[in-house]
T-cell receptor, first 115, second 110 residues
Framework: DAGVTQSPTHLIKTRGQQVTLRCSPKSGHDTVSWYQQALGQGPQFIFQYYEEEERQRGNFPDRFSGHQFPNYSSELNVNALLLGDSALYLC??????????????FGPGTRLTVT | GQQVMQIPQYQHVQEGEDFTTYCNSS?????IQWYKQRPGGHPVFLIQLVKSGEVKKQKRLTFQFGEAKKNSSLHITATQTTDVGTYFCAAQGGSEKLVFGKGTKLTVNP
């Protein structure tokens, strides 16, 4: 049973560029959440996707956008990269509300460095 | 927005000593989850607490949810070097969004 996978593992980009990160949820999960974790901080919620729609969003600018595909995999896109976007980007999958548990399974993350 | 305060930020103990981290919210929570993140790793789910006053145990780990559902604690008895990592509480209010605390980084001296 594959867990949550993310690609790429590491990425180096220049200010102003755009980046796309990818996530495949754990088998059987239909909900994907994205988090940004700066060094020494807790994960910060970016947004959550369910049924190919953004269901909730945290306090992140519109430069951060996402998508969920029919197979439940998801992408996180960040435009006009800033130095402050350097962080570990975590994807977490879970079952939808009403499933009885909100336990989230995290992927290994993508380490993004913006220079 | 909802905020979760977690203390202490750092805790260094000798192997065999106990360890406790606390999590507080200004609002009533629907549930609280605890995660452990090893150095260089990703958060791993430990437990979810839902009921007021709930206490759950996992071997040497004891988790509590306050009566008012605004605070929680994680206590580790007789720490081992394998307990090293950062422990996060993550709270859910009225929505499914998880709000993480800043975590407590535990180091254990063998």
């Amino acid at each position: 049973d594959a867990g949550v996978t993310q690609s790429p593992t590491h990425l180096i980009k220049t200010r102003g560029q755009q980046v796309t990160l990818r996530c495949s949820p754990k088998s059987g999960h239909d909900t994907v959440s994205w988090y940004q974790q700066a060094l020494g901080q807790g994960p910060q919620f970016i947004f959550q996707y369910y049924e190919e729609e953004e269901r909730q969003r945290g306090n992140f600018p519109d430069r951060f956008s996402g998508h969920q595909f029919p197979n439940y995999s998801s992408e996180l896109n960040v435009n006009a990269l800033l130095l402050g976007d350097s962080a570990l980007y975590l994807c977490a999958s879970s079952l939808a509300a009403g499933a009885g548990t909100y336990e989230q399974y995290f992927g290994p993350g993508t380490r993004l460095t913006v220079t | 927005g909802q905020q979760v305060m977690q203390i202490p930020q750092y805790q260094h103990v000798q192997e065999g000593e106990d360890f406790t981290t606390y999590c507080n919210s200004s609002t009533t929570l629907s549930n609280i989850q605890w995660y452990k993140q090893r150095p260089g790793g990703h958060p791993v789910f430990l437990i979810q607490l839902v009921k007021s006053g709930e206490v759950k145990k996992q071997k040497r780990l004891t988790f509590q949810f306050g009566e008012a559902k605004k605070n929680s604690s994680l206590h580790i008895t007789a720490t081992q070097t394998t307990d090293v990592g950062t422990y996060f509480c993550a709270a859910q209010g009225g929505s499914e969004k998880l709000v993480f605390g800043k975590g407590t980084k535990l180091t254990v001296n063998p």
